[in-house]
Every structure is written in structure tokens, then in C-alpha cells.
């Protein structure tokens, strides 16, 4: 394993480190490194809370800022973070508005951001994200929360901090999801730092065509494709299940897994924009970047949400965090 | 060779196809795809170039904007762009008031560069950037331009968007040079698309020390080291060469060379912020992320600039680009 580590013990706390001091301007590392918050708490708006495990940066501590999340609560590598972390953020941050938990659709996840808004005092609510294509709705987990999870987070986030109250966020949140479709392919493994070892084997052939951000198997092994056929399998998937028609206007995130350099990612964004054009949906809004990884992985996603008014001025709203900035 | 792609011949025109297209707002490809420039001309102001093989994305064409960056010129992968895309977009781009080429030192760029300024009829300059340390002062080539081009093009972008004239540019941009050092490491080699092979063999064990942007040989090729030796190295490397000394305030760019996730980027950053630190350093503005990159090579470098309130106020001037806003 060829990693930039002290140890693996120390890796999340001086990545944390590193990460704070970087952005003190935006955000603050609590004391006992529990949370990522904003530097500068803002009175009367509903909280944003959300968190998972570590290697997926900047997913989440690099969206917490105006405009986007107060908090994030980080985990051990591929780890789900405690309820303790998630009510010490929520008791950082709560400005007595409430706390709306956004928490990507994982057992873990699901689990302990569950007992922590059973737990915490405050008026709370949570809603999950499950923006995964790759697999089947009628699974007995459910969809996996991917990179869509970015566009709830800024979309929900801009309508917070111009002061919506929960249960508008709320269903603000449902909404953008249910309008998300996410679908990401392999060409390499990540390697988790406390197993040494890749994840998964694949040829050099081949990818990993639905993979997870914590290197999951997918729909099917398949032999590498140019890329234009890749864009247009994942945008057939997508828009399959999105019931996206002709007409519709489309925001379309293309995030890198970590291990794939930007020259790819805009080159798949133009193949996947050219997809979507050809089945008649105007491309309105687009972001590129490795913004949801899954370590060191080469591979990306595609990500597609059906854009109305509401949504696309609430996109366009300022943000300023660490990983987005407009 | 996994790589999202559809073909060599068309890698670099659909990415930049999908670059231009993301960015719209803010710059716009050459019809003939030589170059890419703002969106908006600026009239009056001394317009600045840059450019280099690609590969080493966002770097340029992810800095050109508003305090930046005018034009980038795009080479092929690690190929020299040619005299006449700089020639494109020197006339594209100059408003009256004169072009500065910035020019990192490599024999192709430095020849290229030379013929289109001596071709060019309007007023012009060039400033040759050569951060690396890595390589020995007294060598023949002389030393590589590496991560601290982007130090140098923001803080010379930031003087002429003010209204600085060219022959201030071309000295500001001599003396930030001259305040600037690098030095990188890589853990894996990159894969040149065109040549399908890693550029270098390197053990599970080993680390390139001193690597250059193309994957060239360093200082030495040693075992892999924890990250807060890597740091030390690498500082002691920087600090012995520039001369800072303990007071003197610095500004250190964490880079990633495209495969090294952000989690290791920022551990990497606290690793060198606190070695600096320890020789009586000020580290009073940080910047971490992949932006002069080598393809898909896993590695990082370090760059230190000891800081002025000039060039400290002008780094903070805002900037407005594709890999850079703030």
C-alpha cells in the first residue's frame, strides 16, 4: 500500500488537521475532532447535519460553509461516524430553528444518525438520500446514496441558510432526491489504509460497471468501453429510471472517484452532455471534479437531476466552502 | 491502459470540448481549438499566456479568468503547444496594453514560446518559471517549471487586473519566482495515453524523491517514507535552497499530481505546515488540491513561498477561474 500516512490510527485525525487549518476562514474542527463545523455559527436558520465514513472527501467536511451544510460528522475510513459525534454537532450547531440530519442511505449510516435524533433534544428530522441507479429499488437495503447527495446537500443548503424552516427543507430535500439518479463504473480498486490490499481484483480489461463509493460491486463486470459508450450506458440507465423526457432541463454532475485526472472527467462530461442532448434534454447546468470519491479508485460517476425553477435557483445561490465556491 | 477516453488522436479536443462547455461562463475555446481565453476581454490591461503540454490539468486553462490568467494554450499530452496557438491567442487577447508569456522551463516550451514572441508584432515579454529544486541549479537545462507556476500566474494575474504595466509584470513575476520553490515525490508512475505504459517501473517499497511533472527522474529513488518524514525532506530540500529563515512568513501549496486523494493531501499539509512551523516559519495561507498535475500519477508536492505584504495581498486579490475562486 503506497499511502501519504503516519499511521493508520493517526490518519483521520491529522487529515482533519490539515483540513482545518487549510479553511480556518470557513470552518472549525471540534475539540475532540467529533465534527467539521462553520467557523462562524449563523442565528435562526435550521441546521444542516450530515457525515458518514471517511475517504469520500471532500463529501462532507468540504461542503460545510455557507450556503451548504453546518456541520460534518466524519468516521474511521469506510466507517459509519457515532452518535455521540452527531449530537455534539448538532448541539454545536443548533441555533435553536431545529436540525435537518442528511445522511446517505447506508445501514450504518442509517442506524446511528437514527439514535442520535432519537436522542438529541432538539426538534430534529432526517431525510436519506438513495440516489443509486445501480441498484434494484425493490433490494431489501434500498438504494445506495452517492454522489447525488451533493446536489441535496447545496440545493437544501441554500434554502436553509435564506432561512426556510424544517419541515419546508425537508420536503425540499425529498424532492431534489427523488429527482437525483446517480451511476458510477470502475477501472481500478481503492485500497482501504487499514487492509493494505485493493478491494476488489479487476483485469485490465475490464470495469466495474454500477460500483459503489466504497469499491461495491456493481450491475456487471464488462469490458472497458470508449467512452462515449460508457456516457451513453450510464445515461440510458439513468434516464430509464428517472423518467426524464425530451424537454426537460438537466443539471449534471460528473465527479471523479479519485484516481481519475480532470482531462478524463470533462472529456465524459461533454460525452455524457452529448447524450443527454441527443435524447432531447437541454444540459442547463453542469459541475465537474472529485467531489464524492471513494479513496484512490479510478473511475467516475454520473450523476443527473431534473431541474425546475425552485431547484435551479437554489443551485445558483452563493455557496462558500471548502470544496464548492461560487 | 484504463483510461476514459475514445480514442488518442481525440482525447485532448473532447476535453477541452467538455471544459469550455462547463465553463462557459467564464472562458471560451478557439474555434480552432489552439487556445482557450476569457469569455470577456478585458480593455486596457496587459493580457497574460501561459501554456505547456496537457496532462497537468487545471493547469493553465483552469486559471484562466478574472485575475488570472488571459489564454492557455493546450499541447498535446506532455508535448509543447506550438508557436502559432500562441500567436492565436496573443492576438485574441491583447488589448492594446501588451502580452507577458509565462513560460515554464522546459526546452520545448522555452523554444516555442520564444519564436511566437519574436513573431508576435505587438509589445510582449516572457518570464520563465523554474521552481523545482529538485534539480540542480547549475545543471545545463536548468530547473524545471513545476506547482509553483500557479503561484506565480496568480499573483502576477492579480497585479494585472489592477492595471499594472508590463515591464512591472515581468518583474513581479521574476521576483515571486524567485521567492518560490518545489519539490515532489510520486508513489506510482503516470500513463501517457499515446505511449499505454507507465512512464517508470517503481517497487511496492519505493518512492521517486524529486520527480518531475512528467513523470522524469529525481534526486533519488528511495524507500517509501511515513508522511512526516516525506514533509521533512521536502522542507529541509525547499528551505536550504530559498534561504528563508525562522520569522519570515511563507505560503505553502500542498499539491496533488492527480491519483494522491484529498484525505492524504491534507495530512500531507499539516505534516508540512508543522515542519515548517518547527524552523520558525510563518504559514499564514495554504492551498491543497490537485492542480498541477502528471496525468493520473499517484505523488505530491510541496511548494513554499516566503510572503511580502505585496505578494500576500495580491494572492488575496480575488480570482475568478475554472480550479480557483476565491
Redesign the interface.
Given at each position: 500500500m503506497?499511502?501519504?500516512?503516519?499511521?493508520i490510527d493517526s490518519?483521520?485525525q491529522?487529515?482533519?488537521?490539515?483540513?482545518s487549518?487549510?479553511h480556518a476562514d470557513i470552518v472549525r474542527l471540534d475539540a475532540g475532532s467529533r465534527f467539521i463545523c462553520r467557523s462562524r455559527k449563523k442565528a435562526g436558520k435550521v441546521a444542516l447535519i450530515s457525515g458518514g465514513g471517511?475517504?469520500h472527501?471532500?463529501l462532507h467536511a468540504?461542503f460545510v460553509g455557507t450556503g451548504m451544510l453546518d456541520a460534518a460528522c466524519p468516521g474511521q475510513?469506510f466507517t459509519s461516524p457515532t452518535p455521540d459525534q452527531m449530537l455534539a454537532a448538532a448541539e454545536a450547531v443548533d441555533s435553536g430553528a431545529g436540525v435537518l440530519f442528511i445522511v446517505k442511505n447506508y445501514a450504518g449510516d442509517v442506524m446511528n444518525f437514527s439514535l442520535a435524533a432519537e436522542m438529541y433534544g432538539g426538534d430534529n428530522d432526517t431525510v436519506i438520500t438513495d440516489d443509486d441507479v445501480a441498484i434494484d429499488k425493490s433490494s431489501s437495503a434500498g438504494r445506495r446514496g452517492v454522489a447525488g447527495t451533493l446536489v441535496v446537500e447545496k440545493v437544501v443548503g441554500a434554502a436553509a441558510e435564506r432561512g426556510d424552516a424544517l419541515p419546508a427543507l425537508k420536503a425540499l430535500a425529498f424532492r431534489v432526491n427523488a429527482m437525483t439518479r446517480s451511476l458510477g463504473v470502475a477501472?481500478?480498486s481503492c485500497t482501504v489504509p487499514a487492509v493494505g490490499q485493493p478491494t476488489f481484483d479487476i483485469g485490465?480489461g475490464e470495469?466495474e460497471f454500477g460500483v459503489g463509493i466504497h469499491g461495491e460491486a456493481g450491475r456487471r463486470r464488462i469490458a472497458?468501453q470508449?467512452?462515449?459508450t460508457?456516457a451513453e450506458l450510464i445515461v440510458e440507465s439513468i434516464l430509464d429510471d428517472l423518467g426524464a423526457r425530451a424537454g426537460d432541463e438537466a443539471l449534471v454532475l460528473?465527479n471523479g472517484f479519485?484516481?481519475?485526472?480532470?482531462?478524463?472527467?470533462?472529456?465524459?462530461?461533454?460525452?455524457a452532455?452529448r447524450q443527454l442532448e441527443r435524447r432531447g434534454l437541454r444540459v442547463s447546468r453542469?459541475?465537474?471534479g472529485?467531489f464524492v470519491?471513494s479513496?484512490?479508485m479510478?473511475g467516475?460517476s454520473i450523476t443527473v437531476t431534473k431541474l425546475d425553477p425552485q431547484i435551479v435557483a437554489l443551485w445558483d445561490a452563493p455557496v462558500h466552502t471548502a470544496a464548492l465556491?461560487?
Open positions: 503506497k499511502k501519504f500516512v503516519n499511521g490518519m483521520l491529522q487529515s482533519l488537521a490539515g483540513f487549518r487549510c471517511s475517504g472527501e471532500p468540504g475510513v477501472l481500478t485490465d470495469m472497458l470508449p467512452a462515449d460508457i460528473l479519485g484516481g481519475t485526472p480532470s482531462m478524463e472527467l470533462y472529456l465524459m462530461l461533454d460525452a452532455s453542469s459541475l465537474v472529485s470519491t479513496l484512490d479510478a467516475c465556491r461560487w
